[in-house]
């Protein structure tokens, strides 16, 4: 799967990151696995008594799959071949 990370996730070092996983996993297990192999995600997350929040609730991750592309939900289910864009809450007018 690759994953393109969008400000401030990109300094992380990279724009774009390859990880790899053998079966399918839910969006919420998605985001567990990706802070397991990127612990330093947690730093850009909320703390409350030292811990860090959940990415889920934190991040939108976009897929293209689909046309038009979408914003996943926590249930929905993410392949390794999957192209996903992490970026942060976004509000506006």
């Known amino acids: 799967m690759k994953i393109r990370f969008y ?17 399918e996993m839910t969006l919420h297990e998605f985001c ?15 703390q409350k008594d030292g811990k860090s929040a959940d990415l889920l609730y934190n991040v ?17 289910v993410v392949r390794d071949e999957d192209f996903l864009e992490m970026m942060p809450p976004f509000d506006g007018g």
């Open 7 to 23: 400000p401030p996730f990109d300094a992380l070092g990279a724009d774009i990151v390859e990880l790899h996983f053998e079966r």
């Open 32 to 46: 567990e696995f990706l802070v397991s192999h990127i612990p330093r995600l947690s730093d850009f997350l909320p």
């Open 60 to 76: 939108f991750f976009v897929t293209s799959r689909e046309n038009p592309a979408r914003i996943l939900q926590p249930s929905d």
